[in-house]
């Protein structure tokens, strides 16, 4: 009998060991991993750099309490800011992407104070997006645009509403005196792998400029160079300057770090927005300790040093070509940005067992023919390889893919 939760939906596989872009069970198994901890494992399992940067910092400090200065914290918000973000601002480290949303989240609130309605009131209300996903905790599960995160958990905290994604009018319509914020997914990730438009995102920034609110993008699971650019919202639209942006997952490569950064820019005469996060509005036990900065740093710096980015876009335009070439009949296409990609699937025609969701059973079936990828919704299989990733590995895992796929295929 398992004395753990069961909050899970668990795969029936465990895995005891990793090496790169492949991990073992405990049968011995071998398996190509495209899943990557969902989106964590930026290097892939044990990268000598990540493993060499914990051991050493292990032996000289783990955790330091945020009372006192903790010098890899500086180093790591310094190098996000000035090399990663380019816009002045400051940083806030957690330990995983719902806190960085409710950090986001509370920021907010309290620009609402500091910029309140006309008659006084203070604002309060966030706009986000159908089929979005913003974490686990009540305030992240609020902000999130998917009905099936929320069951039970209900009354949730309110000042939350949901609008289609990349429905410019939609959202200019939805814009009340008690709204403050835009929070949004360049990518949704969990949704369906469902990429911003360039204008979407252009138009939301005119939007928030000409109603004073924030704009908030969620870069959990797109960041640090899962869809090329270290900022996924650059390369959809690179001019365009947020007010806010959560992090987590490939920050750490595998360690558990978050983080979120607040714009400088003025809100009023000598006040910088990142300033309304005064001492005694937030706080972290374990956020941003030496230990979890030193992995930080270390995965930033082997993504920024080996050119990943570069490795990013050639990988995904050969996944997006060969499954083209496919013209498979259980595949509508591929969407996504860099390597956090979704296959699409033609549920209509595939054979599956009656009451399992088509995606899960793919899922199912790849892993039994050595392909760790989750889903991403009903419908879609999402492929998320190690920034790393080879053009070999690719070539593998696609034949892999295409072969279950087939299998698949209804019989005559």
């Not at 966030?126 to 609020?142: A, E, K, N, P, Y």
């Not at 699409?344 to 039994?368: C, D, F, R, W, Y």
């Amino acid at each position: 009998m398992s004395h753990i939760l069961q909050t899970y939906g668990r795969f029936p596989v465990t895995l005891v060991r990793g090496e790169g872009t492949r991990v073992w069970d405990d049968a011995g198994k071998e398996y190509l991993d495209f899943c990557s901890g969902i989106a964590v494992c930026a290097l892939g399992h044990s990268p000598p750099v990540l493993v060499e940067a914990i051991s050493r910092q292990a032996a000289t400090l783990i955790h330091c309490c945020n009372l006192y200065h903790i010098p890899q914290q500086e180093e790591l918000a310094r190098r996000i800011v000035e090399d990663l973000v380019k816009i002045p601002g400051k940083v806030f480290f957690s330990n995983s992407g719902a806190e960085s949303n409710d950090g986001l989240i509370k920021t907010a609130r309290r620009f609402g104070h500091a910029r309140p309605a006309a008659d006084g009131s203070p604002r309060y209300e966030i706009l986000s997006f159908t089929q979005s996903f913003h974490g686990r905790t009540l305030g992240g599960i609020s902000a999130t645009g998917q009905d099936k995160v929320k069951e039970g958990f209900d009354p949730l905290p309110g000042g939350f509403r949901h609008l289609p994604f990349n429905d410019l009018d939609a959202l200019a319509a939805a814009i009340s005196p008690q709204t403050v914020a835009i929070l949004l997914e360049p990518v949704q990730g969990e949704g369906g792998v469902n990429v911003a438009t360039a204008e979407f995102l252009r138009g939301i920034r005119e939007l928030c400029t000409q109603h004073d609110l924030l704009l908030y993008f969620d870069e959990v699971q797109t960041g640090f160079g899962r869809c090329g650019d270290p900022m996924a919202w650059k390369e959809i639209a690179p001019e365009i300057e947020p007010d806010g942006i959560s992090w987590a997952k490939g920050l750490g490569g595998g360690f558990p770090i978050g983080a979120f950064w607040l714009a400088d820019r003025e809100i009023d005469a000598g006040k910088a927005l990142s300033s309304l996060m005064n001492p005694g509005s937030h706080g972290t036990t374990y956020g941003g300790s030496p230990l979890a900065c030193a992995a930080a740093l270390a995965v930033l710096g082997e993504i920024s040093d080996r050119r990943l980015d570069a490795n990013v876009r050639e990988r995904a335009a050969q996944v997006r070509e060969t499954i083209t070439s496919w013209n498979h009949p259980l595949v509508t296409g591929v969407r996504g940005l860099g390597l956090l990609l979704g296959v699409g699937l033609n549920t209509s025609l595939m054979t599956v067992p009656e009451g399992k969701l088509p995606s899960i059973h793919l899922s199912a079936e790849l892993l039994q023919n050595g392909l760790l990828a989750p889903p991403a919704g009903p419908s879609t299989l999402r492929l998320l390889p190690p920034l790393n990733v080879s053009a070999d590995e690719i070539t593998a895992a696609l034949k892999i893919l295409k072969n279950t796929l087939d299998s698949l295929l209804p019989t005559a």
